[in-house]
């Protein structure tokens, strides 16, 4: 996979990933050092985080904190703030980059494509028509028009308050 434009990979490899024993979900809800550059918004039981490697600008991962891959395992009070944090981060999205759709989603399971199996996560994609989906099919590559940083930015300014 090539990336046209990705600025944020100079800054990524200046500062080097955090080191993380174990799981990284884990460790950014944990507010590890270095580690929670990229959330936008946390809560008691969950909190929301750009994905590093986006499928496009603002792409979004909802993230109970207590790790696990079982959906069935999760109480009211967990998922309600999971949920909540969907609905705040689709609210952010569609003010700070109108998009034309978004993805919904989770990925459970090894076969299911999920890059990390074993901390389930919600994954909020922001849509345009047309975007980079022809370009990773034709090309095996991606289109990122914006740094990572620049991202997070600007859905916290746009993230709403919480009701
Ligand atoms: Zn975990």
Same mark, same amino acid.
């Given at each position: 996979?090539?990336?046209?434009?990705?600025?944020?990979r100079? &800054?990524?490899?200046? $500062?080097? &990933?955090?080191?993380?024993d174990?799981?990284? #979900?884990?460790?950014?809800?944990?507010g590890?050092?270095?580690?929670?550059? #990229? *959330?936008?918004?946390?809560? +008691?039981?969950?909190?929301?985080? !750009?994905?590093?490697?986006?499928y496009? %600008?603002?792409?979004?991962?909802?993230?109970?904190?207590?790790?696990? %891959?079982d !959906?069935?395992?999760?109480? =009211?009070? /967990?998922?309600? /703030?999971m949920? /909540?944090?969907?609905?705040?981060?689709?609210?952010?999205l569609?003010?700070?980059? =109108?998009?034309q759709?978004?993805?919904?989603? !989770?990925?459970?399971?090894?076969?299911?494509?999920?890059g990390? *199996?074993e =901390?389930?996560?919600?994954?909020?994609?922001?849509?345009?028509?047309?975007?980079?989906?022809?370009? *990773?099919? +034709? &090309? $095996?590559?991606?289109?990122?028009? /914006?740094?990572?940083?620049?991202t997070?930015?600007?859905?916290?300014?746009?993230?709403?308050?919480?009701?």
């Amino acid at each position: 996979m090539d990336y046209l434009w990705a600025g944020w990979r100079s &800054a990524f490899v200046t $500062q080097g &990933a955090p080191a993380v024993d174990g799981c990284v #979900l884990c460790a950014i809800g944990d507010g590890a050092d270095g580690a929670d550059d #990229l *959330v936008v918004a946390r809560r +008691a039981r969950a909190f929301c985080v !750009l994905n590093l490697y986006p499928y496009t %600008s603002g792409h979004l991962m909802v993230v109970p904190r207590r790790h696990g %891959s079982d !959906l069935g395992a999760l109480s =009211h009070e /967990e998922l309600g /703030e999971m949920w /909540e944090l969907v609905r705040e981060g689709m609210a952010a999205l569609e003010s700070a980059y =109108h998009p034309q759709g978004i993805n919904l989603g !989770l990925n459970l399971g090894r076969a299911s494509g999920a890059g990390i *199996v074993e =901390h389930l996560h919600v994954h909020v994609v922001p849509r345009w028509v047309g975007d980079a989906n022809f370009m *990773v099919t +034709a &090309a $095996q590559t991606r289109v990122l028009p /914006e740094a990572l940083g620049d991202t997070r930015d600007r859905l916290r300014r746009a993230w709403p308050a919480s009701s």
